[in-house]
């Protein structure tokens, strides 16, 4: 069973960059076929898919965030790595990485493993 944790800073200050880490257990990152998300939830809205690190390590990201967005990954410590850069009070969400298999998606209503997600806030 694929377990996922993120971890990294509840508060970040505006301009500065969010970077979140998602450490996975019970599976490799590499193994063929899966793909594994960042997903945000702003405060009293609803899901919204930020990008993906595929198996082989190829990358996707979500149009309206591509700019700002950046993830890797770290194999030996089977962790990937979400970094937003200039953030904004908009930016202020429980955030989530998840994971499913076969396919990339950018619907959070496909993905099978979640972790328990983390809030961050950005203010001064």
């Known amino acids: 069973q694929v377990q996922l944790q993120e971890s990294g800073p509840g508060l970040v200050k505006p301009s500065q960059t969010l970077s979140l880490t998602c450490t996975v257990s019970?599976?490799?990152?590499?193994?063929?076929?899966?793909?594994w998300s960042w997903i945000r939830q702003p405060p009293g809205k609803g899901l919204e898919w930020i990008g993906y690190?595929?198996?082989?390590?190829?990358?996707y990201y979500s149009p309206s965030l591509e700019s700002r967005t950046s993830i890797s990954r770290d194999t030996s410590k089977n962790q990937f790595t979400l970094q937003l850069s200039s953030v904004t009070p908009e930016d202020t969400a429980v955030y989530y990485c998840?994971?499913?298999?076969?396919?990339?998606?950018?619907?959070?209503?496909?993905?099978?493993?979640w972790g328990q997600g983390t809030q961050v806030t950005v203010s001064s």
């Open positions: 019970g599976g490799s990152i590499t193994t063929s076929s899966y793909y």
């Open positions: 690190i595929a198996y082989s390590g190829s990358t």
């Open positions: 998840a994971a499913k298999y076969f396919r990339g998606s950018y619907d959070p209503g496909e993905y099978d493993y």
